[in-house]
């Protein structure tokens, strides 16, 4: 079946840009993730979406920052006035519910670079 | 301040032998760990999990031990396969109730020597 599937695979852009990128989730999971890997570290967490839920957006490094979903289907991540710190793999992730053992499927990321 | 660690960038191991991936935590209130395996160009997927309450779960070639008095947790590979060779992440979870914020650690490539 379809995994969950994230555009553009790899994005560049200039400094001072804004960026958008997407996440398809699997369909009939509620929980939705956002991450962030720079190089050479662990998955940083950014944001959660539940159902209906407000999101958990502690993790957001900056209000340049932004997600939106609508509903249970497609997820986007803004990044505003990039910098080059903001380079990284952006990786979604959903569930299908948000308990312990609800395994997170990942889509393939989006390689960010800010020149 | 990492609270998962995950101390050696790669590992080289030759096939047929056991692979043993190590990662440490220093937060005791983690009590929900798990391995994701990632292969280039993909997404992390999951391997195995522990909970706090066992010292050992297996699975197949798989078997993560854990050891809470030293906040270390390893997972061993046995027979190791190339098709093995990947990137491992060791994660923690710090809420009993969600598997959300999931602490990682910076993962460990492992590659498998035919």
């Known amino acids: 079946g379809a995994g969950v599937s994230q555009s553009p695979s790899n994005k560049v852009t200039e400094k001072g840009k804004d960026v958008e990128l997407r996440c398809d989730p699997i369909s009939g999971h509620t929980a939705l993730y956002w991450y962030r890997q720079r190089l050479g570290q662990g998955l940083e967490f950014l944001i959660y979406?539940?159902?209906?839920?407000?999101?958990?957006k502690s993790g957001l490094p900056s209000d340049r920052f932004s997600a939106e979903r609508t509903g249970e289907s497609v997820s986007t991540l803004t990044i505003q006035r990039t910098q080059q710190e903001d380079s990284a793999v952006y990786l979604c992730a959903s569930s299908r519910d948000s308990g312990r053992t609800d395994t997170q499927y990942f889509g393939p990321g989006t390689r960010l670079t800010v020149l | 301040d990492q609270q998962v660690k995950q101390n050696s960038p790669s590992l080289s191991v030759q096939e047929g032998r056991i692979s043993i991936l190590n990662c440490d935590y220093t937060n005791s209130m983690f009590d929900y760990f798990l391995w994701y395996k990632k292969y280039p160009a993909e997404g992390p997927t999951f391997l195995i999990s522990i909970s706090s309450i066992k010292d050992k779960n297996e699975d197949g070639r798989f078997t993560v031990f854990l050891n809470k008095s030293a906040k270390h947790l390893s997972l061993h590979i046995v027979p190791s396969q190339p098709g093995d060779s990947a990137v491992y992440f060791c994660?923690?979870?710090?809420?009993?109730?969600?598997?959300?914020?999931?602490?990682w650690g910076a993962g460990t490539k492992l590659i498998i020597k035919p």
């Open positions: 979406f539940q159902g209906n839920s407000a999101p958990d």
């Open positions: 994660a923690a979870s710090p809420s009993m109730d969600s598997n959300y914020q999931l602490i």
